[in-house]
């Protein structure tokens, strides 16, 4: 079956301009994380939505940064005014969680998207 | 906020080579997950650990997990060029919502 899909792979913006990333999740899968990747920096968690619960935002870095989850499926995380610290590698996942799988089910990722802000 | 500090940062080897790198935190976890990630490509799930002294093998990766579920290791025997990559490891935080990860030891295998 189709895995995690990101779109696009890379984007390279001016400082300032409003960005769009994508996200399908695997069908079926309830929760959705973003998360940032920065050299040397490790993956940092950015929001996280799981059914129609409200999603937690505690990993946004700021209101410029905002993500919305709409059908219970596709997912698109916005940045608004970027800046040039938020190149980064912004990956998605997805994963089946049950009550009785808690914080035990993997998670499966896409292969990100690359944000150059220039 | 939990961290997971994961040693070393970076590992080059030559091929045929064992090694271990390491996991570790202040904090008990319920289970860890490792993961490896190639250039260009998302994380990919390895083994997830519950049991404290809990040791998973996988083909030429050994997998264990601390008696006290504070620490991990991953030891690789007879590493092989395909083995080069980011090792992650990660662990539920305390509302079980998402996984924290360490920053993670990058291994590159030379032939």
């Known amino acids: 079956g189709a895995g995690v899909s990101q779109s696009p792979s890379n984007k390279v913006t001016e400082k300032g301009k409003d960005v769009e990333l994508r996200c399908d999740p695997i069908s079926g899968h309830t929760a959705l994380y973003w998360y940032r990747q920065s050299l040397g920096q490790g993956l940092e968690f950015l929001i996280y939505?799981?059914?129609?619960?409200?999603?937690?935002k505690s990993g946004l870095p700021s209101d410029r940064f905002s993500a919305e989850r709409t059908g219970g499926s596709v997912s698109t995380l916005t940045i608004q005014r970027t800046q040039q610290e938020d190149s980064a590698v912004y990956l998605c996942a997805s994963s089946l969680v049950t009550r009785s799988s808690g914080g035990e089910s993997p998670l499966h990722f896409g292969n990100g998207t690359r944000l150059t802000v220039t | 906020t939990q961290l997971l500090e994961q040693s070393p940062q970076f590992l080059s080897i030559q091929e045929g080579e064992n090694l271990t790198v390491y996991c570790n935190s202040s904090s008990v976890f319920s289970s860890l997950q490792w993961y490896r990630q190639e250039p260009g490509e998302g994380p990919v799930l390895l083994v997830t650990v519950v049991t404290g002294g809990e040791v998973k093998k996988l083909k030429r990766l050994t997998f264990q997990f601390g008696d006290a579920r504070k620490d991990s290791s991953l030891h690789i025997t007879a590493a092989q060029p395909g083995d080069t990559g980011l090792y992650l490891c990660?662990?539920?935080?305390?509302?079980?919502?998402?996984?924290?990860f360490g920053k993670g030891t990058m291994l590159l295998v030379s032939p």
């Open positions: 939505f799981q059914g129609n619960s409200a999603p937690d």
């Open positions: 990660a662990a539920p935080n305390s509302g079980y919502s998402t996984l924290t």
